[in-house]
């Protein structure tokens, strides 16, 4: 590794002379651009507006224009600038680690210990061990000012870059202010995927699966030409997994797509068992508030049933009926018979109890008069 920068840590008045490498580097292809017709080289050259000259790199310099005027900025101007010719990485703050927000990170560096004695590198690595903080630093690098953050990473001290606080955008679009409502259900059966997928993060086993089918297909062509056959160089699953690509995207019930997703990852065939069982486990577990909605929707399945198979009945009893219609007949006409013959017979019992009734009023006038007389 080559060393970009050269200069010093300083926290009070303790400086730990460091050097500063790049701890990262990219793994993808470069490609230049070609002629497609011949495969020449695209070249592009730096020409003047006004003249029409093509003008080498070291006699172009820097505008900035308001809209109304234009200034030009030459190299030592920027040069000139006080927080330009800083070569001291500066702490000005102990935070803990979890306020540093994951978003503002940047590109991190190594740190290199320098100078005849490395003690007081390890001096401030060791505090950092020690009191799990994190230090905030400014720093200049390549004529801009910075924030950063220095970190103990395998005991090398790592500086990482940060964004300014008005660099990063506040978060406004509609699903954040969406008003979908997640049920505990969901959540119980979200997290019962997700501890499918738990695991200790290792990030060895992760590949770049575009730049190795890119290398594959670069090094196909390399020794075929443009006879290139797809299913031979990727396989013919893989192509077929590719036109597969971007079904079943829309998601029209949750709940099942949860379930099935549970079921593949736990390696069930038959994913009933699986989602059937996590889901009893999240019905267990939730309240009444959650339960109110599956509640319902348990009635609204029973109340169908139980429609259709009144209706199923009905059909079924009007069908009985009709075939024992006759032998029905019969027996009405029988029970009429003997109803209107005890009805008669009620009646003029009826009758007589009426006038016994008749006759006790009058009575009860008669002797009802002679008290008063």
Known sequence: MRAIWTGSV????????????????????????????????????????????????????????????????????????????????????????????PVMLEKPYFLEPTGKSPKSYLLLRETLEQTDLTAVVRFSLRQKTRLGVLRVRDKVLVLQGLLWADEVRDVDFPAVKSRAKVTAQELKMAAALVEQ????????????????????????????????????????????????????????????????????????????????????????STGEDAGGSASKSRAKSSSTSRTKSASASSKTDATSGSTKSAKSTAKSSAKSSSAKSSTSKSSASKASTAKSSTAKRGTSRSTESKRRA
């Open 10 to 101: 300083s926290f009070g008045l303790v400086n730990v002379p460091v050097k500063l490498y790049g701890a990262t580097e990219s793994h993808d292809l470069e490609f230049h651009q070609v002629h497609a017709d011949d495969g020449g080289r695209i070249k592009y050259q730096r020409t003047c507006e006004v003249c029409g000259k093509t003008v080498p790199y070291q006699d172009i310099d820097r505008a900035y224009d308001d809209g109304e005027r234009t200034v030009i900025l030459e190299q030592e101007d920027f040069d000139e600038l006080p927080a330009a010719m800083k070569d001291e990485i500066e702490v000005v703050q102990f935070v803990p680690s979890g306020q540093v927000d």
């Open 197 to 284: 997928y738990a695991d200790d993060f290792d990030p060895s086993q992760f590949t770049d699966d575009y730049q190795e089918e890119l290398r594959k297909l670069v090094d196909a062509k390399l020794e075929h030409g443009d006879a290139v056959d797809t299913a031979e160089t990727f396989g013919d699953a893989a192509v077929a997994e590719k036109g597969d690509e971007g079904e079943g995207a829309e998601v029209i019930d949750l709940m099942e797509v949860l379930k099935r997703s549970l079921a593949r990852k736990r390696g069930t065939k038959d994913g009933d068992s699986a989602g059937e069982a996590a889901e009893d486990a999240a019905e267990t």
